[in-house]
């Protein structure tokens, strides 16, 4: 039995492909459409998870969205209702798309996919809770899911056992942490939905000055973690901004200009908020834990791709386990629906695979042949090295060594927000000017921007300070979405004075021996890499390894800013020569920048060879 997954219409539209219980593919609209967060009806996502799967629609067995239309609907209303008259112009603007499609989404799936059959409307959290625990590898989990807001819910926990999911207690909108976290977002410059990720990065510069204002004046958080924003300061509800005119006379000016001079006000403020978060969800994981008495726990929704609070939580939590679903965000809302439809809804039986989860690295999406590629490169006369399977490692290992930077393009697209080595921009992790080369020259971004690690599973720790962690098969982040701390020992001597930096001069410091993915306060947002799942990746890295004395290695998703991650090879070899990466990487063949011609745009390769 085949169920497809949909989420759509609010950000990260998505689909995905389930076969009895088993996840066959799932990817983003954004990724085929090239429109960063495209919330449209995920019509590529779905044409792709169909082919996957080797069906058409009418061969499903039935199809869930992701949350329920009607009581959003309830919710809209009932916000203006209560806020009325003002809102009125926010209210009118968004009751065009309510009218035209939004109430009529169980029509509009049944037309767009020449559908007939059942189609399922789990809650949004239902969602949430159901991605975060069924991949999992856990018989029974506590669940946390926390995010802006789905129907009425903003912030949920309860039990997965077997192959049931139960939610026991929520927090309700307009209090919302991850609406909190938004209005520092929106606050400091940067875009709701998307920003949220750069606070994150930004906080390390700060210091947190504003923590007790923003306890005194914006939320009333309990010993339980939950809390009450205090709506005096916020205009989500009834405007088309975040924060309103006494939230910018308690900070002493209007939100920040977008691309103006982040200002030591920004920085101080985003670490303010960012450290009021982690103390939230250090409470809510406490209580979860008090109450439901697991020892693992699950977690998804937006606010969970927060990788500093998660790795405070698994550090300093009561949990000895933790799993975080990898397309934590609405997306992953899509792959949620069909496993809450399979498990909870037809009462199917749920296998745990042992010590892995079912999502395989979540290495969900396209993937494109040597043959595809080799196609796609003499349509355009493209300049190449085709590398054998035994001089591949060491041969791309050697120019990342070089100082090169390598586009890597391979396998399977991942799911989620994260390029976790099929999509991937390379570097060395040692070098001191890297990370410098890769914000301005390659991903065209802000500066202060850090990059994350690729590390080999087996050497973590010995780069890595894990203290506290006590996951059951060893530290693993398979999805980057911990955050631990360079090793003291690997730290370079004589930098202890870099506190006394303030912004963003902390960023001429070399901090450690791989300074390119060490932030100002030595931490990094790890990935670890693992041969079961990404073989090919692992043994290039392992060959760096073996030349260098160093597992590690810079990996940021192939992009630029404002675009999203590279989802073919026409896509790749564009972004390659839009930018100053030196290398690319397409399955076995080899690219150098040198080598290519002037490029010139061409009509879509895809329709062109029938690819599609």
Known sequence: MHILGISAFYHDSAACIVRDGVILAAAQEERFSRVKHDYRFPERAIRFCLEQAGISAKDLGTVAFYEKPAVKFDRLIKTYLMFAPRGLESFL??????????LWIKSELKSKLGYRGEIHFPEHHESHAASAFYPSPFESAAFLTIDGVGEWTTTSFGTGRGNDVKILKEIRFPHSLGLLYAAFTY???????????????????????????????????????????????????????????KFDALFGRGPREPESEITRLDMDLARSI????????????????????????????GVTLNCVANGRLLREGPFENIWIQPAAGDAGGALGAALYTWHRILGKPRKVEGLSDSQRGSYLGPEYSDAEIRRFLDSRQIPCQKLAPEEFPGRIAELIAGEHVVGWFDGRMEFGP?????????????????????????????????FAPSVLCDETTNWFDMTGCRPCNGFASPYMLM???????????????????RGLDRLKVTRSEVPAITHVDYSARIQTVHPETNERFYRMIQAFHHKTGCP??????????????????????????????????????LLDKKSQPPYVETKDWRKEFQLD
């Open 93 to 102: 603007a968004a009751m065009p798309l309510w009218a035209r499609q939004k």
């Open 187 to 245: 606050y400091t410059g940067f875009k709701v939905n998307s920003g949220e990720y750069k606070v994150m990065g930004l906080a390390p510069y700060g210091d947190p000055v504003y923590v007790d204002l923003i306890y005194d004046k914006l939320v009333d958080v309990k010993d339980d973690g939950s809390f009450r924003l205090n709506m005096d300061y916020f205009n989500y509800c009834t405007g088309f901004t975040m924060t309103n005119e």
């Open 274 to 301: 960012q450290v009021v978060t982690e103390e939230i969800v250090l409470k809510i994981g406490r209580h979860v834990h008090g109450v439901t008495g697991e020892k693992n726990l699950c977690l998804a929704g």
């Open 418 to 450: 994260r390029a976790l080595g099929s999509r991937s921009i390379l570097g060395d992790a040692r070098s001191p000017k890297m990370q410098s080369i890769m914000n301005l020259k390659i991903k065209y971004r802000e500066s202060f921007r850090p």
């Open 483 to 501: 955050v631990g701390h360079v090793r003291e020992d690997k730290r370079i001597d004589g930098t202890a004075d870099v506190s006394t930096l």
């Open 552 to 589: 590690v290695i810079i990996n940021t998703s192939f992009n630029v800013r404002g675009e999203p991650i590279v989802e073919s090879p026409e896509d790749a070899y564009r972004c390659f020569m839009r930018t100053e990466m030196d290398y690319l990487v397409m399955g076995s063949y």
